[in-house]
């Protein structure tokens, strides 16, 4: 495997788990296994990575929920039917709320095994020209 390229499968010698090599914030190439990695994205765009970042999704979502809710039985107080179509926005708002937390909990206990383990945190960046 080439030192350019960003990340790739290998076999850490004497151990048996798979381990990822990946570019680390200093531009040095490191052995991490998936735990110690966390959330890896390959986007060129802004992306959410952090365990705080993903918490702040979870509320925002969390909003849209309760909100659909109120959109939900808001006709109800003009005297009209609910209005049952913002259900999809109630399921898509708490689905997308515990997605969030359980990417934060990824995240969270990733930087707590690299803080343990002495290990440079990984860069955000996939390619560095």
């Known amino acids: 495997m080439?030192?350019?390229?960003?990340h790739g499968k290998h076999e850490a010698a004497g151990e048996n788990e798979k381990r990822i090599?990946?570019?680390?914030?200093?531009r040095e190439l490191h052995s991490y296994s998936r735990e110690e990695l966390g959330i890896v994205a390959a986007s060129s765009h802004p992306q959410v990575r952090a365990a705080v970042g993903f918490l702040v999704m979870a509320v925002f979502l969390?909003?849209?929920a309760v909100f659909s809710i109120l959109l939900v039985?808001?006709?109800?107080?003009?005297?009209e039917d609910p209005m049952w179509?913002?259900?999809?926005?109630?399921?898509?708002?708490v689905a997308g709320c515990l997605y969030a937390l359980r990417m934060a909990k990824v995240a969270s206990m990733a930087k707590r095994l690299r803080s343990q383990r002495g290990i440079p945190e990984p860069s955000a960046r996939q390619l560095y020209w």
């Open 2 to 6: 080439s030192t350019n390229e960003p």
């Open 21 to 26: 090599l990946y570019r680390t914030v200093t």
């Open 62 to 64: 969390a909003a849209v």
């Open 73 to 79: 039985a808001g006709p109800t107080s003009r005297g």
């Open 85 to 93: 179509s913002a259900l999809v926005l109630t399921a898509a708002g």
